[in-house]
């Protein structure tokens, strides 16, 4: 069974895990699940789902979460944007979460980047209305196509980054950080159901 056929069944796990919160956010490429797990203690009324490609990185997720006595978390193995799908129902999520995703720098790579118009328009229907994207990237170039894709798609607006959670720093944020990279981050609001 592929890992996005799990993802299928892993929903209803979801559901249920999350039915007594009232909010749901959701971390795409959670690797070791630093940020999910720290935001899960410093937030208990919110449920993290975490979405991460690696298995050997999502048992290492889940072992902290349950070490942690974590209710509100749990990570999911899925890769690409179709795992978003098969995971998430739709109008699920208060807010997504994609922190740098593989920059893919080299312009015949580009196709393999996570953040382009079709992972937007399945980000759109998976995130509640008014619910929140939430994109960070050390890459100047990934960040303008980010950009730019929002902009063409239309119906988010930008928001503060700042909002009214406790946000703890990614486990790559650290690392760019301590190197002095720039890193671009945005968050945007999504005010529009899809056109057809
Ligand atoms: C550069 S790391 C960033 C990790 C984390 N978000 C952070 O900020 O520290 C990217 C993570 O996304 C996962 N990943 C990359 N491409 C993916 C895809 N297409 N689907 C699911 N996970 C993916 C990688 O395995 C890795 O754990």
């Known amino acids: 069974m592929s890992p996005n056929q799990e993802l299928a069944q892993a929903r209803s796990e979801l559901i249920l895990a999350s039915s007594s919160y009232s909010r749901v956010e959701c971390d795409f490429g959670a690797a070791k699940g630093k940020f999910l ?29 349950d070490r942690l006595g974590l209710g509100n978390a749990a990570v999911w193995r899925g890769w690409g944007k179709e795992s978003l ?9 208060d807010v997504l979460h994609v922190s740098f995703p593989d920059p893919w720098p080299k ?10 118009s079709e992972f937007l328009e399945i980000a759109a229907t998976r995130l509640k209305a008014g ?39 990614t486990e790559f944020e650290t690392i760019f950080r301590a190197k002095g990279d720039p890193i671009g981050r945005i968050a945007v609001k999504r005010v529009e159901e899809l056109r057809s």
Not at 37 to 65: C, H, M, Y
């Open 107 to 116: 312009r015949r790579h580009w196709f393999r980047r996570l953040v382009n």
């Open 85 to 93: 799908e098969a995971l998430i129902p739709e109008g699920f999520l």
């Open 37 to 65: 797990s720290e935001s899960a203690a410093l937030n208990p009324t919110v449920f993290f789902a975490g979405i991460e490609g690696l298995s050997d990185r999502v048992r290492r997720s889940n072992r902290k979460i």
């Open 131 to 169: 619910g929140v994207l939430r994109l960070m990237t050390d890459h100047p170039g990934y960040f303008e196509a980010m950009k730019e894709h929002l902009a063409l798609q239309g119906g988010w607006v930008e928001v503060s980054w700042e909002d009214d959670l406790e946000r703890p720093i």
